[in-house]
């Protein structure tokens, strides 16, 4: 096959990196997942990790196809994380058919991982509003613009919307679109992750039992 590399599995084979930034023990944890993932996000913002707030959304709608992308999260508290986005897209097309995600956080320079699971339920109006209005003009005007995930016929498409919206509401405040709003996932389990040597990774889970939540160790 014409500029097939011969040596291409054997290279991404040999990619490895040993872990040996740190250790995760069940003495380290904080109390609850919460706390522990506000101090893990405040550790890579500290130490400027691009996008500490970045998260790999996962979905699979009703037909059991998985989709995957990258959110960023805008709210956290005992309730779940929130996210939010346009609700005529395919991920909330899935989530619609089937309330429920994973979510990663991939803090690669810190060998670091977490992972959530659980349910999705939509966030208020009034809590939407609230943070739409937070939002710099031009990530309204960019909401408001894109028909997201549909396709369209080029990029001066989606420019010249914009351009249009930029000129009706000078000087005006930007609408919420009606389609646009907030998901919050509700964790069931919130596994962190730290990478170790020889593959002896640390994986210590926080598992919801009713009420109560349990911490377990995984092995890796």
Excluded: C
């Excluded at 996932?185 to 926080?206: A, C």
């Amino acid at each position: 096959m014409s500029g097939h590399d011969p040596f291409a599995s054997e290279r991404l084979a040999a990619m490895r990196r040993s872990y040996v930034e740190g250790g995760l023990d069940e003495s380290d944890l904080a109390p609850t997942w919460l706390n522990q993932l506000r101090l893990w996000i405040a550790e890579a913002d500290r130490h400027q990790v691009i996008e500490p707030n970045a998260m790999i959304l996962a979905t699979a709608g009703a037909d059991g196809m998985p989709s995957a992308r990258t959110v960023l999260l805008k709210g956290l508290s005992e309730t779940g994380l929130i996210f939010f986005t346009n609700q005529r897209s395919r991920k909330a097309s899935q989530l619609d058919g089937n309330p429920r995600a994973a979510l990663l956080f991939p803090w690669h320079p810190l060998q670091r991982q977490v992972h959530v699971e659980g349910d999705v339920e939509r966030v208020s109006d009034a809590d939407t509003d609230v943070y739409w209005a937070s939002r710099p003009r031009g990530s309204q005007i960019g909401a408001l613009a894109s028909p997201q995930s549909q396709v369209v016929g080029s990029r001066r498409e989606l420019e010249t919307a914009a351009g249009e919206l930029v000129s009706r509401y000078d000087n005006q405040a930007v609408p919420r679109p009606a389609h646009w709003g907030g998901y919050r996932v509700v964790p069931r389990t919130v596994e962190f992750w730290q990478g170790r040597q020889d593959r002896l990774h640390d994986r210590l889970r926080y598992r919801r039992e009713d009420v109560d939540w349990v911490v377990e160790r995984l092995a890796p």
